[in-house]
């Protein structure tokens, strides 16, 4: 599932593990094989900034998000996906991150985090930022939670 894009074209997900974010990528996926396209699943990484002392030693958060990525992907798309996958990830702030990779892509595809009636209607700030500063289309995929 590794390795460099080729030129084909691209679809772009965002992969945080969450479960709107494994609703982005089945649905990036399914469009991918629809469209012919080649899938860059991409997750970020950030060291804590409120950190009171030394970080733990073995502490390895690039390699942690690489194994959130990877499981995500296989639980999602299975061992075998039906479209070429391409893994990313970077230090940083999602939002931008996403944008970066986005440019020369044919879609972008992120979850939102819908929390309720009122905040329901709001975009998460990856998702929004993603809407109002992508060079690509963008769709978010929305999680509906099951109440029951």
Request: proline content about 7%.
């Amino acid at each position: 599932m590794n390795g460099e894009a080729g030129s084909r074209p691209r679809i772009v997900v965002g992969v945080d593990g969450s479960q709107s974010s494994r609703e982005a990528l089945r649905w990036a996926a399914g469009q991918a094989k629809l469209s012919g396209a080649e899938l860059d699943a991409v997750t970020t990484w950030k060291l804590p900034t409120n950190w009171a002392g030394p970080y733990p030693e073995g502490l390895d958060p690039e390699a942690d998000a690489s194994k959130v990525l990877e499981e995500t992907l296989r639980a999602v798309l299975g061992e075998h996906p039906d479209v070429e996958v391409h893994t990313r990830v970077f230090e940083g702030h999602p939002a931008p991150s996403l944008i970066d990779v986005a440019r020369g892509a044919q879609l972008l595809v992120v979850g939102s985090h819908g929390h309720g009636a009122f905040t329901g209607m709001l975009l998460g700030s990856v998702s929004e930022h993603c809407v109002s500063h992508s060079p690509c289309p963008v769709v978010v995929v929305r999680y509906a939670h099951d109440p029951s």
